[in-house]
């Protein structure tokens, strides 16, 4: 086990829930000097989060925020992608959302002037953009919301699976399947695209029903498309 102490007297939380809420040290008070807090967010496999400032007053102006800022990454570290560039200044900052199932929120203060802070909550959103490494035989597993249990109703989640370059192969492989089913699928069904984009990229296979579908493969990026009906589960 290796342990450590921290001073920073702020944040330095694992959380694993699907909402929550969490602010800077002493909000809606003035935040202290030299602050370095971090958040990890943790969410259900397969899904994402969504963060929304209810307030956000920081010391700094865009794009720089040299002094006091807000950064959010799509992971569980500060060595994950960062979403975006540094948030500071006092307009309030649009949402923040992860590529997959984890958010790592960091705050940090230099040693003067303070200002009143930030306030925020998430959310979690089906779907994911799941970006390869490009390290050969990398795979990963998707699942439905609440598996193996029954699925929500009214649900319409995206998941796109995105090579290193447009060279990369993807291939999807699918394992469980039980949906409700129709002659066209139009309740319930699971759409596989060859692009990013349902409007404009090819569709390889719209499914449903209780039989298996076979497996797809593009180059680049393969989008899946899951949505329910309101009823039927």
Same mark, same amino acid.
């Given at each position: 086990?290796?342990?450590?102490?921290?001073?920073?007297?702020?944040?330095?939380?694992?959380?694993?829930?699907?909402?929550?809420?969490?602010?800077?040290?002493?909000?809606?008070?003035?935040?202290?000097?030299?602050?370095?807090?971090?958040?990890?967010?943790?969410?259900?496999?397969?899904?994402?989060?969504?963060?929304?400032?209810?307030?956000?007053?920081?010391?700094?102006?865009?794009?720089?925020?040299?002094?006091?800022?807000?950064?959010?990454?799509?992971?569980?570290?500060?060595?994950?992608?960062?979403?975006?560039?540094?948030?500071?200044?006092?307009?309030?900052?649009?949402?923040?959302?992860?590529?997959?199932?984890?958010?790592?929120?960091?705050?940090?203060?230099?040693?003067?002037?303070?200002?009143?802070?930030?306030?925020?909550?998430?959310?979690?959103?089906?779907?994911?953009?799941?970006?390869?490494?490009?390290?050969?035989?990398?795979?990963?597993?998707?699942?439905?919301?609440?598996?193996?249990?029954?699925?929500?109703?009214?649900?319409?989640?995206?998941?796109?699976?995105?090579?290193? &370059?447009?060279? &990369?192969?993807?291939?999807?492989?699918?394992?469980?399947?039980?949906?409700?089913?129709?002659?066209?699928?139009?309740?319930?069904?699971?759409?596989?695209?060859?692009?990013?984009?349902?409007?404009?990229?090819?569709?390889?296979?719209?499914?449903?029903?209780?039989?298996?579908?076979?497996?797809?493969?593009?180059?680049?990026?393969?989008?899946?498309?899951?949505?329910?009906?309101?009823?039927?589960?």
């Amino acid at each position: 086990i290796n342990w450590m102490t921290d001073n920073s007297g702020c944040g330095n939380q694992l959380i694993h829930s699907e909402s929550g809420s969490i602010q800077s040290p002493n909000h809606p008070n003035m935040y202290p000097a030299n602050s370095n807090c971090f958040w990890t967010i943790f969410t259900n496999p397969s899904d994402h989060i969504k963060f929304t400032f209810t307030t956000f007053d920081l010391e700094g102006s865009q794009p720089s925020c040299n002094w006091d800022y807000v950064t959010f990454h799509s992971g569980e570290s500060l060595d994950a992608p960062m979403i975006g560039g540094r948030l500071c200044g006092s307009a309030t900052p649009e949402p923040v959302e992860s590529a997959q199932d984890k958010m790592f929120i960091r705050f940090r203060t230099d040693s003067s002037v303070n200002k009143n802070g930030f306030a925020g909550s998430w959310e979690t959103l089906c779907g994911q953009t799941i970006i390869s490494s490009g390290e050969s035989g990398e795979s990963g597993m998707i699942l439905s919301p609440n598996y193996p249990v029954m699925y929500p109703n009214s649900y319409d989640c995206d998941w796109k699976l995105v090579g290193s &370059d447009d060279s &990369d192969f993807v291939r999807a492989h699918f394992v469980s399947f039980d949906l409700e089913g129709g002659t066209t699928c139009q309740f319930d069904s699971v759409s596989v695209y060859n692009g990013d984009q349902k409007t404009s990229s090819s569709l390889l296979g719209k499914y449903c029903g209780t039989e298996v579908p076979p497996s797809q493969s593009v180059h680049g990026t393969m989008l899946i498309n899951f949505v329910t009906a309101s009823s039927v589960t």
